[in-house]
């Protein structure tokens, strides 16, 4: 596996060391701020974690994976994209030296692509983007050395698991979603379901990950225990070709040990959740969300956790494989289809990968988990389940697709978004990020093989060419750093729930309520000016808290715009809904307005009846805002059908009390005509201040009803 020879290096070739080492570190930085980015994604936007609390875990698994299941040794040539001749010594000697510089070159263009992806937001795949660096080299190389190098084959299989992992994924993460939406969430008593429910979902859902936790997250530890002769990898890893159904068998695709040990962790899980939930109280939880998505949000954080474990495991090698072949050249003057890995690389690339997750895994975090659709912990949850099903299904050696995580992620949160109809899917979101899938291949290629014919195997250019590269790069991004999260205020408070961004409905309920002090305030004003008191101050109150109710607006909107929030509802049905709300602030401030034009009208009896107007609309008022505060518990307990019906039983008493609203407006404006004969300008303001107030309560109806698609949907 590995030469005996050992080559001692020159002062040169230890700075070319020590820039390779840098572009190693880069490309796991890369990996961290975008690949890891993907995995976390669907929980911070959930809001099952925040971003605090997601850098933690993802830091602390993605090292434990990198550290304790990654095997010891990896392939030179990463996903067997080039195809090259290990006994035929003479040819791998003649090339080690361009395949090292190739593999260097390789790192930095890769990594280069994946930062300027990071740096819109875009998640990318880092598999993908390395594999297009070294078909890059691979062309440049075929041409230096006349000879067939790339695996077409392998390249035709990345292309086509572009449509497949992420269609795959997408229907994984519907059908999971749907059958949690059917059973639980549709129930008549969601909660009471849950805890008999909840338990039984949790055998499926924990036996296929704890298949994939052998599969893929423990694949590396599993041949490294062979090696040392504590057992074999074929009693527990599926049969790497020729394998049969028959679990019993010797190369089975699914072996019995491993079916075994899967069952055992996915009853343990059902019976320790089913112990929980027995005396758990759905309604106990002060902050965040309620009801069954308490339980999603558990079951989330673990299955994140596992996405980190897995993706240290395997995809550290991203960054590693090329610089442990380097290393390997360096050391010994020529390349081995395997190398060991030294723990001193690996523990750089996990450093490299945490650091990367801490000070710009956020931007993607930020598109995956809100600017593509709203997710909740269930539909979290559905995701991420969907994305690792698929990622193992098809890395089966029955299969053998090289699908992306990042790709089949990104379609499971598509998935989920489309089960609340297409219009819960922001598609110009999602049209650029698979743009930037198109796009990896073909910019890490053209990079590498701009980088290598600069350095032409030459280690003085090299020691030119990539430190100017990765200066350049560094200062791009530190004069971009505006709006960054820095690794101080990302670690600090990291148990805190406060950190949790609010949901779009939250935001709306802040409106909302805004809107009710420009009401009530207004009310005052009417109050006062119909007991004969001077209403100036309650009306500048109103002028004020409508003007706060418009800032509120104004930045929901911006929120909207920016793409900072994603409706399952759709952007626009959102803003309709928004304006619908605002119109009721308008109208109030007319009202105080109208009050300020002339004194009322002196009738004790029409004075009555206005102060009954405002106890109407008070009480329309009110019970909107009881609507709204009831959306905002329907979108935190998971759109639960129980949780919609009280939303349209609510909906109807506010178009109930607009109706009484109308009837007294009707009273008290027959009054004033039959009675202001003596006074008719007074009467007839009276009259308008009636109409205006009687907009009000009219602008809550309209309101109120633009909901009802929630209720419905």
Known sequence: MESEVIVELTGLMWLVLFVSLAVCAYMAWNIGANDVANAMGTSVGSRALTLKQAVIIAAIFEFAGAMIAGDAVTDTVRKGILV????DREMVDAMSDDLMYGFIAAMMAAALWLTTA???????????????????????????HDTSLIDWDVVEK????????????????????????????????PEARARWMAPILAIPTFFVLGLALQFKALKGLFKRLDRSGFLEKEDWLPAPEAGVWNPMEANAWFPINSLILAMVVSIIASVALAYVLRNYDFKGE?????????IFVWLQ?????????????????????????????LKHGTLDSEVAVPTWLVLLGSAGIVIGVVTWGWRVMETIGSKITDIT???????TFGGATTVLIFSMPFLAVPVSTTHTLVGAVVGVGLAGGAKAVDFRVFGKIIASWLASLPAAGFGSIVFYVAVGSDPIKLLIVIPTALGVVGYVIWNTRDGEIFVEDALSDAGSVDGNAPTHFELFHAHALAVEKTVEHMLTAVSAAADGEDPSKHITATVEAELRADEVKNDIRKRIGAGQISALQGRDELLRMLSRQDRIADYAQNVAEQLSFRELFTDGEARKMLKDMAGAVSKTT????????????????????????????????VNLAEHEADLVESRAAAYVFSHGDDAPLAAMHMYRVLQRMDDVANACEKAANALLSIVYN
């Open 377 to 383: 912990p269930t539909r979290g949850f559905a995701a």
């Open 118 to 144: 990071t740096r819109y937001g875009l998640p990318v795949s880092t598999t993908h983007s390395i594999i297009g660096g070294i078909v890059g080299i691979g062309l440049v190389l075929e041409v230096q």
């Open 158 to 189: 990345v292309a086509l698991s572009w449509v497949a992992s992420p269609v795959m994924g997408g229907l994984f993460a519907f059908f999971t979603f749907w059958i949690i939406r059917e059973t639980i969430l549709e129930a008549p008593e």
């Open 286 to 294: 002060k902050d965040g969300f309620y009801g069954v998505e308490r």
């Open 84 to 87: 090259v001749d290990f006994d």
């Open 622 to 653: 009110s019970l909107y805002e009881d609507a709204v505060s009831q959306l905002k518990e329907v979108a935190l307990s998971g759109y639960t059908k129980a949780g919609r019906e009280r939303l349209g039983e609510l909906i109807d008493e």
């Open 301 to 329: 954080v673990i299955a994140a956790a596992y996405v980190a474990f897995a993706h240290g495991a395997n995809d550290r090698s991203n960054a590693i494989g090329p610089m442990a072949a380097v290393w390997d050249v």
